[in-house]
């Protein structure tokens, strides 16, 4: 993060008034409400990847969108850059993506241990809140990591860290708050209410017949507090929940319909702002619905319905609901392979066919509100169409259609026993378009080893898939859900990446087990200026790279797929980098180099070999910096084909999913934003100097 001065607030005040007074003329700024909403924080969690917002075609749909508050909280996430409170000091940041000198490594900003065994959980997600919309506060912002181990006097089954950011004066980061929540374990992911001030979760007691419940918690700021001496807090009842004094919390126990509790080890708690309501799942299928959790008097709903049973006849777990404003639906899959439709008001579900004949549905639907289009993602669709065996797939659906019909993207093939299929994630082509039209990238080959695949989406149906590179060696290993980072206000344009990690066998540059990979997507724009070295991804899913400024043309130009090869867009020159790949051989001496053999260099810079020859003893030579400039090294030529377009992370069993951050506008931070996660196993958790499952935060300065 950085420092700012008085000016800079200024002119980031004056540029976001003239936002939303540009909205207010297109009927987007439309109530009081959402006026109120403008001066709220802005939470972070899971399940805002899943109720999404393509930009509103007109004002009636933008009049029909803007009365969610999630779709005012993705425009600031999208929209408005954060300043650090200026009373901060301002160090040099940390790159995700990589750093002069490492040849495409990435490392964080800080790693904590939650204790031996602890994560977040595969297909999980920690929470972050950041309590002003512009501007970034070390005390205030905090991170919430669920640990997934029993609460205990020793150990937290819940943590927050404030002091968060690379700015920010004294230890960064410091425990905000630890608590043992009445020695149960979280197996989900946490949410934050809109105000910040209270956390959500379902949890289960410990042991093979676990009681389940929805927890809320109010916390409060702790000097003694810490991952191993926790704060024990015990439930008082819900109706005292309300007026009960900061740190305390209250259980709602999860019953089905004859009262009997039942756990829940795999649905997140999606909560509905706007009508004050977490929706949860849990096992054998009930759903159910908690109503008065941030404002009320907290208490599960009896009536109307509820709790439903989705799937009586073949009961299984759920995983997490989504709840869609617009049709007032609720979408929810089970580990039976199939997606329901639950009425919110009378409890009435209808029923998908199965779609998922492997793992289970076990990630949550991606529902745009804008087009209402539901993408489900199923590690088997049951065929033999991939070469005689089944295919792993992303299904969309209308969501208000229904859920009887839908179509079906191929991504890799299954087996009979596949790794889950986690959830993509659309780039910001897809979320700034007016009609739907983008990307979509998964990590899928369920059968095999994880591979990346674009889904290329246009007017809301999706296109014909390009198969990215593969990120793991090992036909065993799991993906992770896919997180996108878009960033307008890097030094040298915009650029945007997305993050995959895989569970072992990873093929990144800094992995050889479970490793988190980042890789550029970033999108060709008409009539863009664009600057030397500055990178996109094609329609071939292959790195093109600015070798002669200038501004590209009207339409994308055909590009260039030979290596080295040179594609003329308008005036803008570009440079084939090759396919996007997870990794590049490191440059050896007294070495025989191919023609077109590539290798990184230690500056992060991929090199191709022009003319092919012996390396040079000992070197490695003086490598050029810049786009197409040649570097002797023996009886080799090398030309600069831009910088690596990957980075990579070593996470022992692979990562949790990720969160981000908005990003920084200025300073020497300017362009940075921060990813959170936690490891899956253990490992040595750096800035704690303990060894454990590590909460991660990471920042992607100017993301170059």
């Known amino acids: 993060m950085t420092g700012t001065t008085a000016g ?27 006026a109120e909403r403008a001066h709220q924080g802005l939470p972070t969690d899971w399940s805002h990847r899943h109720l999404i917002f393509s930009r509103p075609a007109s004002p009636e749909v933008a009049a029909r969108v803007a009365q969610d508050p999630r779709y005012w909280q993705q425009w600031y996430r999208q929209n408005v850059a954060r300043e650090l409170m200026p009373a901060s000091a301002e160090p040099a940041g940390m790159d995700l993506r990589r750093s002069p000198g490492t040849g495409g490594r990435a490392h964080g900003d800080w790693s904590e241990s939650l204790g031996s065994g602890a994560t977040v959980g595969a297909g999980n997600f920690p929470a972050k809140y950041s309590f002003q919309i512009a501007t970034a506060s070390c005390a205030n912002d905090y991170v919430v990591f669920a640990t997934n181990l029993t609460g205990a006097s020793n150990q937290a089954s819940i943590v927050a860290y404030n002091n968060l950011y690379s700015g920010c004066t004294g230890t960064v980061p410091q425990v905000y708050w630890a608590y043992n929540t009445n020695a149960g374990v979280i197996m989900t992911s946490p949410v934050i209410s809109g105000d910040g001030t209270q956390i959500a979760f379902a949890q ?65 708690a999606f909560p509905d702002y706007t009508h ?61 392979g199939f997606l329901y439709l639950v009425n919110s008001g009378t409890g009435t579900v209808a029923s998908s066919s199965q779609l998922d004949f492997g793992t289970g549905i076990v990630a949550s639907p991606i529902i745009d509100v804008t087009s209402e289009k539901i993408y489900v993602f199923a590690s088997s669709d049951g065929t033999t169409s991939c070469t005689g065996l089944p295919c792993s797939a992303v ?53 095999g080893t994880p591979t990346l695949y674009q889904i290329p989406v246009s007017a809301g149906v999706m296109q014909t898939v390009v198969t990215g590179p593969a990120i793991s060696s090992s036909a065993t290993a799991g993906c992770s859900p896919v997180t996108d980072v878009a960033n307008p206000n890097a030094t040298n344009g915009a650029t945007e990446w997305f993050y995959a990690s895989t569970t072992a066998g990873g093929l990144g540059n800094n992995c050889t087990a479970g490793c988190l990979t980042s890789f550029k997507s970033q999108q060709w724009q008409p009539l863009t200026p664009y600057v030397r070295g500055q990178q996109v991804i094609d329609t071939n899913f292959e790195i093109q790279t600015v070798r002669t400024n200038g501004t590209s043309n009207t339409t994308p130009p055909t590009w260039n797929t ?106 020497t931070l300017a362009g940075g934003s921060q990813v959170y996660f936690t490891t899956q196993g253990n490992q040595t958790c750096a800035t704690s100097g303990g060894t454990g499952g590590c909460a991660v935060q990471a920042s992607q300065s100017a993301l170059q």
């Open 562 to 667: 030979t290596l080295g090869g040179t594609t003329n867009d308008s005036n803008v020159r570009w440079l084939n980098q090759g396919p996007q790949t997870a990794s590049h051989a490191a440059w050896q001496p007294l070495t025989l180099y191919g023609l077109n053999q590539i290798i990184i260099d230690s500056n992060g810079n991929i090199e191709l070999c022009v003319t092919p020859g012996l390396s040079e003893t000992p070197g490695p030579p003086n490598w050029a910096l810049g786009p197409n400039i040649k570097t002797t090294d023996g009886t080799i030529t090398w030309r600069n084909v831009g910088a690596a377009a990957t980075a990579s992370f070593a996470s022992t069993g692979g990562s949790s999913g990720i969160i981000i951050d908005n990003v920084v506008s200025s300073g």
């Open 8 to 34: 800079q607030i200024l002119k980031n005040t004056v540029r976001f008034s003239a936002a939303l007074l540009g909205l207010a003329a297109f009927g987007w700024f439309l109530t009081g409400h959402a």
């Open 395 to 447: 299904y969309e659906l209308s969501a208000t259609g229904g859920v009887t019909s839908s179509t079906k993207s191929i991504v890799g093939t299954s087996s009979l026993t596949p790794t889950p299929l986690y959830d993509g994630t659309f780039d910001s082509s897809y979320l700034n378009s007016v009609n739907a039209t983008g990307n979509m990238y998964v990590c899928g080959n369920t059968g």
């Open 276 to 336: 004050d309501v977490l929706w949860v799942g849990g096992t054998v299928g009930w759903l159910h619905k908690i109503s008065g959790v941030f404002r009320g008097n907290p208490a599960e709903v009896t009536s109307g319905g509820f709790p439903v049973q989705v799937n009586p006849s073949n009961p299984t777990a759920l995983s997490g609901p989504v709840y869609d404003y617009t049709s007032t639906n609720v979408f929810v899959g089970d580990y039976g």
């Open 204 to 268: 289960t007691t410990s042991g093979p017949s676990g009681l389940g419940s929805v927890v809320l918690l109010k916390f409060a700021a702790s000097a003694t507090d810490s991952v191993t001496s926790p704060t024990t807090l015990s439930p008082v009842a819900g109706n005292a929940y309300r007026n009960c004094t900061a740190p305390c919390m209250t259980e709602i126990p999860l019953v089905d319909g004859s009262g009997t509790q039942l756990d829940d080890r795999t649905s997140s």
